[in-house]
């Protein structure tokens, strides 16, 4: 069992950055591949990025390739988010999430095990 905590959301202008950070306790992160998966009012939650339990691989949605970062540091027990050039359909709340294939670029909400609650972010134009 490992529990997420989700922060750094907050109220951005576009073309702003803000920092997401997901925390983990109960089990160590690198034990998961861990992903960001994001939800916006009246949306289903997509898929944001992704890394493996290493850092080794990740993998990106088009939508934020080039402008989002996903990071992870195993010794402090968690996975950030380096959001840059902010745009307004950024907006949304940002969820951090644990799977156990952690050798895998895994990118369905489906194959994730543990969710935090979710940090919101808000882009305004």
């Known amino acids: 069992q490992v529990q997420l905590v989700e922060s750094g959301g907050g109220l951005v202008q576009a073309g702003g950055s803000l920092r997401l950070s997901c925390a983990a306790s109960?089990?160590?992160?690198?034990?998961?591949?861990m992903g960001w998966f994001r939800q916006a009012p009246g949306k289903e939650r997509e898929f944001v990025a992704t890394?493996?339990?290493?850092?080794?691989?990740?993998y990106y949605a088009d939508s934020v390739k080039g402008r989002f970062t996903i990071s992870r540091d195993n010794a402090k027990n968690t996975v950030y988010l380096q959001m840059n050039s902010l745009k307004p359909e950024d907006t949304a709340i940002y969820y951090c999430?644990?799977?156990?294939?952690?050798?895998?670029?895994?990118?369905?909400?489906?194959?994730?095990?543990?969710w935090g609650q979710g940090t919101q972010v808000t882009v305004s134009s």
């Open positions: 999430a644990a799977s156990r294939e952690r050798y895998s670029i895994v990118v369905v909400t489906t194959r994730y095990d543990y």
């Open positions: 109960g089990r160590t992160v690198s034990n998961y591949a």
């Open positions: 890394i493996t339990w290493s850092g080794g691989s990740t």
